[in-house]
């Protein structure tokens, strides 16, 4: 019999597997917004989202509820990486029956304990009297916590019942019973404590000069609960702690999760310390095939039962019970004790864990074991001892196997949500399990080690309980809040209300108008440029068409076959040499001809005369759809006689010298267009073109009638707006920000393309790098240490504020691989508050970029007279395309500047391409029609 008892009380290594499975299901569904009510294992937010750093300082209290006292904690740090703390505390009985009264005589006495408290400590050090002293609140029951500073009692345990407390704010609660007190005065309250002056260091307990009447403003400014408050004391002198377990009466953990996977936070970026709860996992069933006979006598005898199942088989207040069931079990199947008479054993609580401890740390013989069992009134035989041991044994190391298990289940759920192939992590530890039972650390590091091989735990033994960590969460909350005031003040610039976007959107209406009239067209800082395009795309074009595309990444030479069936495309991509890009344009336009020509043998093109669309990305003055002089070159360009010239009738006279007959170019176009012409294709209500890539541009089908710089009043033409340069004249310096002049001063053209250097690809990476130098030289980043890499400019690219931004909480862990490429050191705070400049700068340019565009389609809607405006825009660039964010920001922006358009966008692909040959398919096809 004795074997069985013992082998029921053991759990194979298979079925902690299974278990600790079922413990990590139960968290993921206790962590999700939609499942936690079914959850067993509750997963309460604390909304404690940092460890300490070392940096906190001053003065902290802290009060502790406990099970039969209330305890009160005066912590200084001194900002020496938390090394020395020095504390003063003070412990007050509480009064008999206070913990079944009203709430109100319970608050009002903890606030009494606070005051006497501090009356006495200030009598020693008056220095603590001027000051708002911040209170940390241990509060060990379980709360549903919405704020670091408000948490409502969801229910009692261990023995209270002030029931009226149940549902409200117990940090309400404490600050006005506080506030009733007179603090730092002598004490009103009438609470009586026993003083631990001793823990003063001697030069603050010389005598006082303490002055009767000085008052301290006490603040709560942090609840939590006492697995919490051990994770903080813990993760000092440099070792974040991210996990504590409190084996004791009861029993709980807590860790820090990644905060976007606790859905019922509104917290998305960074960690947040989660309080389990896990004393009710197998509450449903999942435990019962584990659970003996003894567990269940247990639980029948308790005052909940079927409740806090798993917690009955690991609390302290329960383990001495399950031993006493299973000795009266055995002595009834008279495995022990037969003969005896053990009535003793009857009486609930009569086998303590204080026995259980003395009984199983006794390794020599059995002399001490039957001591104790004669002191609790039994009549043990020398065998019966033995017996006694091995069962003691078998139920606390089962306790602490179960404990193993369920950290096992949280350290690979932190695993893997770290995205980690291997964890190494510290886990706080108290309780009176942890500290009483020696073997209880072994099983735990060996058990959870079996069970999650690619997890590292290290035990820290909490050596000044809660009180200290609660003083840390104090501080922690204080310097996070110290730090987010610094940090908004820096970011407050680039922050645009929604007014600053009206205002944007009514200048760039303002410029467009300027731009587009004949008196004014010279001042703008918007040019406006028409570009002859009359007509988009209707679906009726058909033919073969060739394009060139000049001026991107790569020179392209295309057919485009547009069909009845849609749109084939061949392209080929050349090289132009140096040579050639600064040689003479003659051998310029020659070497492009020359690409043709090979093109269009390779395809098999050389029997027709193909219209040819020109897409050539240099700032042009168009006069015509195939007319354009070249303004400048640029991008490494630098062919002479170029500059001044027709561009198109450049390509035309290299033909010719070719004596090359195949090809007619019909339309010289810009990028927007290309895009705009692409996506029209395929979509008719496609009327705007958007590039944000290396730069950012648009363009839209304008009416005639409003276009003062070309001669004609019917249809509409599509106007290269070239809108990066909307405030080079000014209009937009009230929102150029101080990283905004330092951008601008350090490119090849100060003063120019001012719009385009807040929104586009060259330059965001940039504007980071300059508020990341700051906010370093600000002490508020990287601990102050700026890396000789990240003073480089330019090395900050855009294509990094991508990958930061990626909201999911995996990619962590590429910020770090960024980071490390610069070279800095960063914490993972520091790797969050990367994230949020990232993501106001890029909200920034996606927010702009919609003020731009809803001056845009408002302007189309209002010419042609509607209410509503139903309006497609395509839309290419890199920036755009990958950017996680910067597309769903603009479009959000746009629909609530420019609420009566309904605007949809649309992807271009290869615009410069595909748009170009439209181009020339759509001036064919207008050609044909007039001629008909
Ligand atoms: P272009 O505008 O010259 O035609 P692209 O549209 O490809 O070229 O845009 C290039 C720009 O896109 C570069 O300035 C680069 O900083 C930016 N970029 C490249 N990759 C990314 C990315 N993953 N996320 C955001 N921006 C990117
Ligand atoms: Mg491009």
Same mark, same amino acid.
């Given at each position: 019999?004795?074997?069985?008892?013992?082998?029921?009380?053991?759990?194979?290594?298979?079925?902690?597997?299974?278990?600790?499975?079922?413990?990590?299901?139960?968290?993921?569904?206790?962590?999700?917004?939609?499942?936690?009510?079914?959850?067993?294992?509750?997963?309460?937010?604390?909304?404690?989202?940092?460890?300490?750093?070392?940096?906190?300082?001053?003065?902290?209290?802290?009060?502790?509820?406990?099970?039969?006292?209330?305890?009160?904690?005066?912590?200084?740090?001194?900002?020496?990486?938390?090394?020395?703390?020095?504390?003063?505390?003070?412990?007050?009985?509480?009064?008999?029956?206070?913990?079944?009264?009203?709430?109100?005589?319970?608050?009002?006495?903890?606030?009494?304990?606070?005051?006497?408290?501090?009356?006495?400590?200030?009598?020693? #050090?008056?220095?603590?009297?001027?000051?708002?002293?911040?209170?940390?609140?241990?509060?060990?029951?379980?709360?549903?916590?919405?704020?670091?500073?408000?948490?409502?009692?969801?229910?009692?345990?261990?023995?209270?019942?002030?029931?009226?407390?149940?549902?409200?704010?117990?940090?309400?609660?404490?600050?006005?019973?506080?506030?009733?007190?007179?603090?730092?005065?002598?004490?009103?309250?009438?609470?009586?404590?026993?003083?631990?002056?001793?823990?003063?260091?001697?030069?603050?307990?010389?005598?006082?000069?303490?002055?009767?009447?000085?008052?301290?403003?006490?603040?709560?400014?942090?609840?939590?609960?006492?697995?919490?408050?051990?994770?903080?004391?813990?993760?000092?002198?440099?070792?974040?702690?991210?996990?504590?377990?409190?084996? #004791?009466?009861?029993?709980?953990?807590?860790?820090?999760?990644?905060?976007?996977?606790?859905?019922?936070?509104?917290?998305?970026?960074?960690?947040?310390?989660?309080?389990?709860?896990?004393?009710?996992?197998?509450?449903?069933?999942?435990?019962?095939?584990?659970?003996?006979?003894?567990?269940?006598?247990?639980?029948?005898?308790?005052?909940?039962?079927?409740?806090?199942?798993?917690?009955?088989?690991?609390?302290?207040?329960?383990?001495?019970?399950?031993?006493?069931?299973?000795?009266?079990?055995?002595?009834?199947?008279?495995? =022990?004790?037969?003969?005896?008479?053990?009535?003793?054993?009857?009486?609930?609580?009569?086998?303590?864990?204080?026995?259980?401890?003395?009984?199983?740390?006794?390794?020599?013989?059995?002399?001490?074991?039957?001591?104790?069992?004669?002191?609790?009134?039994?009549?043990?035989?020398?065998?019966?001892?033995?017996?006694?041991?091995?069962?003691?044994?078998?139920?606390?190391?089962?306790?602490?196997?179960?404990?193993?298990?369920?950290?096992?289940?949280?350290?690979?759920?932190?695993?893997?949500?770290?995205?980690?192939?291997?964890?190494?992590?510290?886990?706080?530890?108290?309780?009176?399990?942890?500290?009483?039972?020696?073997?209880?650390?072994?099983?735990?590091?060996?058990?959870?080690?079996?069970?999650?091989?690619?997890?590292?735990?290290?035990?820290?033994?909490?050596?000044?309980?809660?009180?200290?960590?609660?003083?840390?969460?104090?501080?922690?909350?204080?310097?996070?809040?110290?730090?987010?005031?610094?940090?908004?003040?820096?970011?407050?610039?680039?922050?645009?209300?929604?007014?600053?976007?009206?205002?944007?959107?009514?200048?760039?209406?303002?410029?467009?108008?300027?731009?587009?009239?004949?008196?004014?067209?010279?001042?703008?800082?918007?040019?406006?440029?028409?570009?002859?395009?009359?007509?988009?795309?209707?679906?009726?074009?058909?033919?073969?068409?060739?394009?060139?595309?000049?001026?991107?990444?790569?020179?392209?030479?295309?057919? =485009?076959?547009?069909?009845?069936?849609?749109?084939?495309?061949?392209?080929?991509?050349?090289?132009?040499?140096?040579?050639?890009?600064?040689?003479?344009?003659?051998?310029?336009?020659?070497?492009?001809?020359?690409?043709?020509?090979?093109?269009?043998?390779?395809?098999?093109?050389?029997?027709?005369?193909?219209?040819?669309?020109?897409?050539?990305?240099?700032?042009?003055?168009?006069?015509?759809?195939?007319?354009?002089?070249?303004?400048?070159?640029?991008?490494?360009?630098?062919?002479?006689?170029?500059?001044?010239?027709?561009?198109?009738?450049?390509?035309?006279?290299?033909?010719?010298?070719?004596?090359?007959?195949?090809?007619?170019?019909?339309?010289?176009?810009?990028?927007?267009?290309?895009?705009?012409?692409?996506?029209?294709?395929?979509?008719?209500?496609?009327?705007?073109?958007?590039?944000?890539?290396?730069?950012?541009?648009?363009?839209?089908?304008?009416?005639?009638?409003?276009?003062?710089?070309?001669?004609?009043?019917?249809?509409?033409?599509?106007?290269?707006?070239?809108?990066?340069?909307?405030?080079?004249?000014?209009?937009?310096?009230?929102?150029?920000?101080?990283?905004?002049?330092?951008?601008?001063?350090?490119?090849?053209?100060?003063?120019?393309?001012?719009?385009?250097?807040?929104?586009?690809?060259?330059?965001?990476?940039?504007?980071?790098?300059?508020?990341?130098?700051?906010?370093?030289?600000?002490?508020?980043?990287?601990?102050?240490?700026?890396?000789?890499?990240?003073?480089?400019?330019?090395?900050?690219?855009?294509?990094?504020?991508?990958?930061?931004?990626?909201?999911?909480?995996?990619?962590?862990?590429?910020?770090?691989?960024?980071?490390?490429?610069?070279?800095?050191?960063?914490?993972?705070?520091?790797?969050?508050?990367?994230?949020?400049?990232?993501?106001?700068?890029?909200?920034?340019?996606?927010?702009?970029?919609?003020?731009?565009?809803?001056?845009?389609?408002?302007?189309?809607?209002?010419?042609?007279?509607?209410?509503?405006?139903?309006?497609?825009?395509?839309?290419?660039?890199?920036?755009?395309?990958?950017?996680?964010?910067?597309?769903?920001?603009?479009?959000?922006?746009?629909?609530?500047?420019?609420?009566?358009?309904?605007?949809?966008?649309?992807?271009?692909?290869?615009?410069?391409?595909?748009?170009?040959?439209?181009?020339?398919?759509?001036?064919?096809?207008?050609?044909?029609?007039?001629?008909?």
């Amino acid at each position: 019999q004795i074997q069985r008892a013992l082998r029921s009380l053991s759990v194979p290594l298979e079925r902690l597997h299974i278990m600790k499975g079922h413990m990590v299901e139960d968290m993921c569904r206790g962590l999700s917004q939609q499942t936690h009510r079914q959850a067993k294992v509750q997963m309460l937010p604390t909304y404690i989202c940092s460890t300490p750093n070392g940096t906190e300082q001053g003065n902290f209290l802290v009060v502790e509820l406990c099970q039969n006292q209330v305890r009160t904690v005066l912590v200084t740090l001194y900002g020496d990486g938390n090394m020395s703390p020095s504390m003063v505390y003070k412990t007050f009985e509480l009064p008999e029956g206070i913990t079944h009264g009203t709430g109100e005589a319970l608050f009002d006495f903890i606030a009494q304990c606070v005051s006497q408290f501090l009356a006495q400590t200030i009598q020693s #050090d008056p220095s603590k009297s001027e000051e708002r002293l911040p209170l940390g609140f241990v509060f060990p029951f379980t709360c549903q916590q919405t704020q670091l500073d408000k948490a409502e009692l969801l229910s009692w345990s261990k023995g209270f019942s002030c029931n009226d407390v149940v549902g409200k704010d117990v940090v309400e609660l404490l600050q006005s019973a506080i506030n009733k007190q007179k603090m730092g005065a002598n004490g009103t309250g009438q609470a009586n404590g026993t003083t631990g002056n001793s823990w003063l260091p001697s030069w603050r307990r010389k005598s006082s000069e303490f002055t009767p009447g000085q008052l301290c403003q006490v603040d709560v400014v942090a609840v939590m609960n006492d697995t919490v408050g051990t994770m903080m004391t813990c993760s000092t002198e440099g070792r974040p702690c991210e996990v504590a377990m409190v084996a #004791d009466k009861g029993s709980n953990c807590c860790f820090m999760a990644e905060a976007y996977l606790v859905e019922r936070a509104d917290e998305a970026s960074g960690r947040m310390c989660v309080n389990t709860e896990w004393g009710c996992f197998g509450d449903d069933g999942t435990l019962n095939d584990i659970i003996t006979p003894y567990d269940e006598c247990v639980d029948v005898e308790s005052s909940n039962p079927g409740e806090k199942r798993f917690e009955k088989m690991v609390g302290t207040l329960y383990l001495g019970e399950i031993v006493r069931h299973a000795l009266i079990g055995l002595t009834a199947e008279k495995a =022990v004790f037969t003969g005896t008479d053990i009535g003793v054993l009857r009486e609930k609580g009569a086998f303590t864990m204080q026995n259980i401890l003395d009984i199983i740390n006794n390794e020599e013989g059995t002399t001490e074991v039957k001591r104790i069992l004669e002191a609790l009134g039994l009549q043990p035989s020398e065998r019966d001892c033995g017996r006694v041991q091995q069962i003691c044994r078998a139920v606390v190391g089962r306790a602490a196997t179960l404990h193993a298990t369920g950290l096992a289940a949280i350290l690979s759920y932190m695993c893997q949500t770290r995205d980690m192939e291997t964890l190494m992590v510290n886990v706080g530890m108290d309780g009176e399990l942890y500290k009483g039972y020696p073997r209880f650390q072994e099983i735990l590091l060996s058990v959870s080690r079996l069970l999650s091989p690619e997890c590292m735990a290290t035990l820290l033994p909490s050596r000044d309980g809660s009180g200290r960590g609660a003083a840390m969460v104090t501080a922690v909350a204080l310097r996070l809040a110290a730090l987010r005031r610094d940090v908004n003040e820096v970011l407050a610039p680039l922050r645009l209300s929604r007014a600053d976007l009206e205002k944007v959107q009514a200048l760039m209406r303002e410029e467009m108008e300027r731009g587009l009239g004949k008196e004014t067209h010279d001042t703008a800082s918007v040019r406006m440029l028409p570009t002859y395009v009359c007509h988009t795309p209707d679906g009726t074009e058909r033919g073969d068409f060739l394009a060139l595309d000049l001026g991107g990444t790569n020179f392209r030479v295309l057919v =485009v076959r547009v069909t009845e069936e849609g749109i084939t495309m061949a392209s080929e991509i050349y090289v132009i040499p140096v040579a050639i890009m600064q040689g003479t344009g003659e051998a310029l336009f020659d070497h492009i001809i020359d690409c043709i020509i090979d093109f269009q043998m390779k395809q098999s093109l050389m029997a027709h005369m193909l219209p040819l669309g020109f897409t050539f990305s240099f700032p042009c003055q168009q006069l015509g759809l195939d007319k354009a002089l070249l303004l400048t070159w640029t991008k490494g360009f630098s062919a002479s006689g170029c500059v001044g010239q027709d561009v198109v009738q450049l390509l035309r006279e290299a033909a010719s010298r070719k004596q090359h007959s195949g090809m007619q170019v019909v339309a010289l176009v810009n990028d927007t267009v290309g895009t705009m012409m692409a996506c029209g294709y395929d979509d008719p209500k496609c009327e705007i073109g958007l590039i944000v890539g290396t730069g950012t541009n648009a363009c839209y089908m304008e009416e005639m009638k409003n276009v003062g710089t070309v001669e004609g009043d019917q249809g509409r033409m599509c106007i290269n707006m070239e809108w990066g340069a909307f405030g080079d004249n000014g209009c937009l310096d009230h929102i150029f920000t101080h990283f905004d002049q330092v951008v601008d001063q350090s490119t090849i053209n100060p003063g120019k393309q001012r719009f385009e250097k807040l929104i586009s690809g060259m330059y965001l990476g940039e504007i980071v790098r300059q508020i990341l130098m700051v906010m370093t030289e600000k002490q508020l980043l990287f601990q102050g240490k700026l890396s000789s890499k990240l003073q480089t400019k330019n090395i900050f690219q855009t294509k990094f504020l991508s990958t930061i931004e990626v909201s999911n909480g995996l990619a962590l862990r590429q910020i770090q691989a960024i980071l490390n490429e610069l070279e800095i050191d960063a914490s993972f705070e520091d790797s969050v508050l990367l994230r949020e400049v990232c993501q106001t700068v890029s909200l920034r340019a996606a927010q702009l970029c919609a003020a731009g565009l809803a001056a845009v389609v408002e302007k189309i809607r209002e010419s042609r007279g509607l209410d509503q405006l139903s309006i497609t825009i395509g839309v290419d660039g890199t920036l755009y395309k990958l950017h996680p964010c910067f597309s769903t920001n603009l479009q959000k922006t746009l629909k609530d500047l420019a609420p009566n358009c309904n605007v949809s966008f649309m992807l271009s692909e290869d615009g410069s391409g595909k748009g170009a040959a439209l181009v020339a398919a759509v001036a064919t096809r207008t050609d044909d029609a007039m001629e008909e």
